[in-house]
Every structure is written in structure tokens, then in C-alpha cells.
């Protein structure tokens, strides 16, 4: 039997790099406000100095302290709200299951404009974030439109219509992932198609671009990487499972990106071989982000999850009421979350190493 101990001292090694959830955590999460509305919190919060916004089911945009968690404002938007705001040059920007882009003053709440989208088959969740193109403001509609809109006045610039609702936020270099299974590349100056990609399923997941290249993912579980001047592909990574509305996230050399076989891929960006995968308690809908150090993400588990980027090594976990399916930086390193429990967070690591 003695000559067997090396092949199974490789398979154990083999599964201790590729199954991190019973990794012990070395620090311990801090909460350091919560804030309760009266739906869920599938918004990831955007933060704006001494404000956090937060979208809720419960039809309103919050604009809390970032201090203290308390309300400062509330916007009836007059529907859900399960897409991540923007916050830019002083305003806020939302959308609602109404079809509607709201456009609020980020210190009272005041509506500036709103934009309301023709209505399709596809009205129900989850609408597209927006994104600030330099002075438009780019968002996807149910209706498969892009749309291009002046951030000022909520005039529209352009339109780009593609087969499929638009879920996702659009990169605002010039891409758009589309439910028609197509990724599509335009100029963001003109709505211009410039070319599209066909994944072969919806593509939910907000493409992200740099370094000359387009990363995103497809709801058949392959992760793509194609240039982003010709839409050729680079390399195609086959995850096994549906990705949904996980974006990728590209820092410290590695790629991120969740499943919704609970799997957080890291894939190296220049070939999308593995670096590490680590293994969640639910699917995973939130984008990872990096936060004080780690790679910080959500599941529909109610986890929040503090990773090492570069071994995939569980730091510390956090533990919601409901699913989390957003979470974003916060100040100071903290992370800002929404959970189905009805609850925005701001948590933050505390001991151990950072």
C-alpha cells in the first residue's frame, strides 16, 4: 500500500487548492451599521462622500449616512428597485421595474428628470444598472435597447436595439450584453454597432473591458474573453454551471467571477487557466469586488465571504438573514451589502491578516 501514498497525498493536495469553504477564517467581520426597508436589497449600494444609496423592493431609494447608517432621504420610485444606483457629478441615477430611469439631487432627493422605457414581453426583474459614458448616461432596457441618455437633461442621445432584455450594466467603453445571447460592441459616443459576439445563451453578466480585451460571462456557464476590437475570441473557460448576474472583477493579475453552483472562479486573464475556485453555500448572483484586501462577495445563501486574492483562502465570513446578492466597496476598506433580508450593511474585517 506504500506505494500508493504519493498519488493520494496529490488528490488530497489537488482538492485543498480547489475547495476553500472549510478553510478556517483568520479574522473576525465587524457590523458596523444596518439600515432595514420593507423589501428586499438585491442593490448593490453605491457610494458618494458622507452618502450611501440603496435601492429596495419596497419601491424607494434610500440615501443613508455613511457614518451611521441612518436615513437622510427616501425617493418613491413607484416600483421594485433591484439594480445597483449610480452615483456621479452630484446626482444619483436609478431604475425601477417601471421602465423608469430616475435621475435625484444626491444631497435631497429631488427629482431632476426621469426616463420612462417603451414596455415588452420582458417587464420583470432584474433591469440593467447605469453607467456614466462621459457626459451620457448608458442603460439597457427590458425593450433590448441601449440607450444613451444626457446625463443633465435626460435627453436622448442615441439608441442601440438588440434581440433580447437587457439586464446587465453596460461597460461604458462600449458593451452590452444582451438576453438574445449576443454581446454587442458600439461606439459610446453614437450607439454605432461595431460588431457583436454570439455566446450561445443570455449574457447577464456585465461585460467588463481592459487591456484591449472584453471579459464576461453567459448563462451556459462559459466565461469569454475576445478582443475587444474585432470581438475574436481569446479564450473560453466552461465553468460547468449557469453564471447569471455576476460580473467579472480584474485586480491583482487574477479574474474574478461567481456561479450558480456556488463556485467563485479565479482564472488568469491571459489564458483563463484556474488559479483557485472556491466553494460557497449558494448560488452567487453578487459581482465580487475587492476590499480592504480581499475579494468580498455574496451568496444566496446569506454569506458574505473575505478572501485572500491570491490563494483563495476563506479570512472571515459574515453571516445575513437572506440572500445577498449585491455587494460594493465601502470607505476605509469596509464592504456595503444588501441582503433579502430586507437589510443594506456596512461591515468591515477586523483581526488577522489583511
Avoid at 427616501?74 to 444619483?92: E, N, Q, T
Avoid at 437587457?166 to 445571447?181: K, V
Avoid at 459610446?188 to 453578466?205: C, E, I, Y
Wanted: charged fraction near 20%; charge should be neutral.
Amino acid at each position: 500500500m506504500t506505494h500508493r501514498l504519493p498519488s493520494l497525498i496529490a488528490i488530497l493536495f489537488l482538492a485543498a487548492c480547489t475547495l476553500k469553504a472549510s478553510s478556517p477564517a483568520s479574522c473576525t467581520v465587524k457590523e458596523l451599521w444596518r439600515f432595514g426597508t420593507g423589501g428586499f436589497v438585491d442593490s448593490a449600494p453605491a457610494l458618494a462622500g458622507d452618502l450611501v444609496y440603496a435601492g429596495s423592493w419596497d419601491h424607494s431609494l434610500y440615501a443613508l449616512d455613511t457614518e451611521t447608517g441612518r436615513m437622510r432621504w427616501s425617493f418613491d420610485a413607484g416600483d421594485f428597485i433591484d439594480s445597483a444606483p449610480l452615483a456621479a457629478r452630484g446626482m444619483v441615477y436609478a431604475c425601477a421595474w417601471n421602465r423608469r430611469l430616475f435621475c435625484l439631487d444626491g444631497l435631497s432627493g429631488r427629482l431632476s428628470w426621469s426616463f420612462e422605457m417603451p414596455p415588452s414581453a420582458f417587464d420583470d426583474h432584474r433591469q440593467s444598472s447605469p453607467v456614466l459614458a462621459g457626459n451620457n448616461v448608458l442603460v439597457g432596457g427590458f425593450d433590448g435597447i441601449v440607450y444613451a441618455l444626457d446625463s443633465a437633461s435626460g435627453r436622448k442621445a442615441w439608441e442601440l436595439p438588440t434581440g433580447g432584455p437587457i439586464r446587465c450594466r453596460p461597460d461604458p467603453a462600449g458593451f452590452a450584453g444582451s438576453g438574445d445571447g449576443f454581446l454587442y460592441a458600439f461606439d459610446p459616443a453614437t450607439g454605432a454597432m461595431r460588431w457583436r459576439f454570439g455566446a450561445g445563451d443570455a449574457v447577464n453578466s456585465g461585460p467588463v473591458a481592459y487591456g484591449g480585451r472584453v471579459y464576461f460571462g453567459c448563462r451556459n456557464g462559459k466565461i469569454f474573453c475576445v478582443d475587444a476590437g474585432s470581438g475574436r475570441v481569446a479564450w473560453i473557460r466552461d465553468t460547468g454551471s449557469r453564471i447569471e448576474y455576476s460580473a467579472p472583477l480584474l485586480v491583482e493579475g487574477l479574474l474574478f467571477i461567481g456561479d450558480c453552483d456556488g463556485m467563485l472562479h479565479a482564472l488568469r486573464p491571459a489564458d483563463g487557466s484556474s488559479a483557485w475556485t472556491f466553494r460557497a453555500a449558494g448560488p452567487i448572483y453578487s459581482s465580487p469586488v475587492l476590499a480592504g484586501g480581499s475579494v468580498v462577495f455574496g451568496d444566496n445563501g446569506g454569506g458574505v465571504y473575505f478572501l485572500d486574492p491570491a490563494t483563495g483562502r476563506e479570512r472571515a465570513r459574515f453571516a445575513a438573514g437572506g440572500a445577498v446578492q449585491a455587494v460594493a466597496p465601502g470607505p476605509s476598506g469596509s464592504v456595503l451589502c444588501g441582503s433579502r433580508d430586507g437589510h443594506v450593511y456596512m461591515l468591515t474585517r477586523s483581526g488577522g491578516d489583511r
